[in-house]
Each structure stands twice: as C-alpha cells, then as structure tokens.
C-alpha cells in the first residue's frame, strides 16, 4: 500500500501563479488535513476535510483553496501564489477522531 | 506561549548515547504524538499514547497526563536516528479534535 502519497514533490512558482498540490490516500480515512511547515515552527492546519464532501478551513486558510474530490483525494489550491506561500506543505489522514494521523512525503514549494 | 513546547530545540549526541527529548503541553488533550521527520523527508508516527508508556525497539515514550508532560527516550542511540522529532498533542476543538505540534528537537547522532 502506498500509504498517503502527494505530488508533486518540487515546486518552484513565480509570484501570481496558481498551481494545485494534489493528495490521495488508499487507507480509506475520512478525515484529511493540509498542513505547512516553516522553520521554527510547529505544523500548521491550512484546511481539513472531516468527510467526503465537506471542507473546514484551518488556523491559516487565507491565500488557499481546498477540493475534497472524493474519499481518497484531497487538494490544496494557491490561486495566485506569494512569496510568504514558501513552505512545505504535508497532507495527513486519520480514520476518526482519536486515532493516529498519517503523512505524506511533503511538498516543498518555493514561490520566487 | 507556544501550546505545545519542545526541549530541546537542537541536540547532538555521540552513538549509543542515551537520549531523551520533553514536550510539554498547556491544553486539554486526548493523546499525544510523536512523529520523527528524516531530512528532506516525509513525516512518520512513532507514537500515540494517552497514558503511561509505549515502546518500540529502541524507543520509549511515556506520558504524564496531570503534569501535562510527555518524554521520547532514544537508547543506544545510532546515527541513523538523526532526524527532527515532532511532539504533538490531539486537543479538545469544536469540531471535534485537533493536532497542535510542537516545533521539533532536531537530533544529530555522530558516529
């Protein structure tokens, strides 16, 4: 099984571009989380999708988009990046509330 | 004040040390995380516990829910532990819960 797999895992943007980061998971999990990462400090939650069909934003939606496709895939959008959008950006799965979360490998984005 | 606090933020250690990394939390949690991170790599649980203590291999942790503290314990410690370890406490949210992480304990184990 591959787990939770993202693509891709490079990206370099110009300001203004849009791209989207895509997500999917064969572990059959209902809820999945977009987190960044930036150095010094903790992982923080972008969006989350609790269920197929619904979307929540997180501590820092602003900037992003999210599309809960299906019970496997869920992207991330940047509509028109920025600078401060350089992150690593991880996806994670967990199957209900008190259970552990899975990871994927990340996505290191650099918008220049 | 950080919700979830790590200690300490960088640690280098020679092989077969004996190593430990604190995290402490302020909010109310249902268990704790802990997640190793190889570099340029993805991110991987080691552990999730609520109480007392859990090992695997080499690593233990253990946890303490009225002082709000939770420990990873690295023995014989090997240089192909070197990674960033994450702590991360599953709290209380109004949606129902939520991870809240730590900024890591970057870890360099020399041979």
């Known amino acids: 099984n591959a787990g939770v797999t993202q693509t891709p895992k490079f990206q370099v943007l110009k300001t203004g571009q849009s791209m989207t980061l895509q997500c999917a998971q064969d572990?059959?999990?209902?809820?999945m989380y977009w987190y960044r990462q930036d150095p010094g400090m903790g992982l923080r939650l972008i969006y989350y999708s609790a269920s197929e069909g619904t979307t929540d934003k997180g501590e820092v939606p602003n900037g992003y988009n999210v599309s809960r496709l299906n019970k496997r895939e869920f992207s991330l959008r940047l509509e028109s990046a920025a600078p401060s959008q350089t992150s690593v950006y991880f996806c994670a799965t967990r199957q209900a509330r008190n259970t552990e979360a899975f990871f994927g490998q990340g996505t290191r984005l650099t918008v220049v | 004040k950080n919700e979830v606090e790590q200690s300490p933020q960088n640690l280098t250690a020679q092989e077969g040390e004996f190593i430990t990394i604190n995290c402490s939390y302020s909010v109310g949690i249902s268990a704790l995380h802990w997640l190793q991170q190889h570099p340029g790599g993805g991110i991987v649980s080691l552990f999730m516990?609520?109480?007392g203590k859990k090992k695997h291999g080499r690593l233990i942790a253990t946890i303490n829910i009225q002082e709000k503290h939770s420990s990873l314990h690295i023995t014989a410690s090997h240089p192909r532990d070197s990674a960033v370890y994450i702590c991360a406490a599953l709290s209380v949210w109004e949606y129902g819960n939520k991870l809240v992480f730590g900024a890591g304990t970057i870890l360099r184990v020399k041979s």
């Open positions: 572990m059959n999990h209902n809820s």
């Open positions: 516990l609520s109480s």
